[in-house]
T-cell receptor, first 115, second 114 residues
Framework: DAGVTQSPTHLIKTRGQHVTLRCSPISGHKSVSWYQQVLGQGPQFIFQYYEKEERGRGNFPDRFSARQFPNYSSELNVNALLLGDSALYLC??????????????FGEGSRLTVL | AQSVTQLGSHVSVSEGALVLLRCNYSSSVPPYLFWYVQYPNQGLQLLLKYTTGATLVKGINGFEAEFKKSETSFHLTKPSAHMSDAAEYFCAVTLNSGYSTLTFGKGTMLLVSP
């Protein structure tokens, strides 16, 4: 079975541009979470979606937005990119939106470099 | 609110030696605790988790961790390191009530030498 897939795997943008990152969860998983991992740090929670509704939002500016589609895939959008947005963006899926009850399955991430 | 502190950004051991990665947590309610491993250029993989019940938790690849409430700790151990254990390890916590997402520590890079 396919795991969590993310695209693109690497991308380079310049300051002020916009980026869209995509994620396909494991088949049957209805919850998708997005995390930002800056070099040398642990992943930091950005969003969680379950059944196409936003269930949680981390401490990120409004430049960050996301959505989940009827097939449970998800997009993360970041507007007006800043140098500090350079990071590995991880998508994780799970059966249950209550993370304490389930296991998060992570994709390999999309590495964004902002110049 | 909850937080995790991992002592030591890098830990070096020899192959065959004991692995000990330290994690202390802060939580206002009973926590659920996790250890994830990240190999180079890969996503995170769950090693083990503590929810309720037995405080000694066994995970994959011979790792185990013990939840010590009195010490607010959840240290990860493995009796004998293998070269393939070289990776970055993250401790994470979530709350045992209501809605809560995972809060990760900064990670500990495990280096294994021959």
């Amino acid at each position: 079975d396919a795991g969590v897939t993310q695209s693109p795997t690497h991308l380079i943008k310049t300051r002020g541009q916009h980026v869209t990152l995509r994620c396909s969860p494991i088949s049957g998983h209805k919850s998708v979470s997005w995390y930002q991992q800056v070099l040398g740090q642990g992943p930091q929670f950005i969003f969680q979606y379950y059944e196409k509704e936003e269930r949680g939002r981390g401490n990120f500016p409004d430049r960050f937005s996301a959505r989940q589609f009827p097939n449970y895939s998800s997009e993360l959008n970041v507007n007006a990119l800043l140098l500090g947005d350079s990071a590995l963006y991880l998508c994780a899926s799970s059966l249950d939106h209550r993370e304490r009850f389930g296991e998060l399955f992570f994709g390999e991430g999309s590495r964004l470099t902002v110049l | 609110a909850q937080s995790v502190t991992q002592l030591g950004s890098h830990v070096s051991v020899s192959e065959g030696a004991l692995v000990l990665l330290r994690c202390n947590y802060s939580s206002s309610v009973p926590p659920y605790l996790f250890w994830y491993v990240q190999y180079p250029n890969q996503g995170l993989q769950l090693l083990l988790k503590y929810t309720t019940g037995a405080t000694l938790v066994k995970g994959i690849n011979g790792f185990e961790a013990e939840f010590k409430k009195s010490e607010t700790s959840f240290h990860l151990t493995k009796p004998s390191a293998h070269m393939s254990d070289a990776a970055e390890y993250f401790c994470a916590v979530t709350l045992n009530s209501g809605y809560s997402t995972l809060t990760f520590g900064k990670g500990t890079m495990l280096l294994v030498s021959p």
